[in-house]
């Protein structure tokens, strides 16, 4: 089993006058970038506008467990 560190995030896109908010948790292994994390956040959301070239407005991670 993998040790992973689970994340929250929150971002916000714009296409073609439309936009639109999300948020969720996920879960990255040790050696995971923070750009690969916004690269799977932002492709979810070009998938959920059903296109590429989205806008990010605001876009947020941490850690999900709080101190």
Known sequence: MTDTTRY?????AAHQGRQASAEG???LTP???RRDAYTMIYNHM???FGADG???LFFDL???QLP
């Not at 929250?8 to 916000?12: D, E, R």
């Open 54 to 56: 989205v806008l990010v």
């Open 25 to 27: 948790i996920l879960d």
């Open 31 to 33: 050696g995971s970038s």
């Open 8 to 12: 929250h995030w929150i971002i916000t």
């Open 62 to 64: 941490q850690p999900e």
């Open 46 to 48: 070009a998938e959920r």
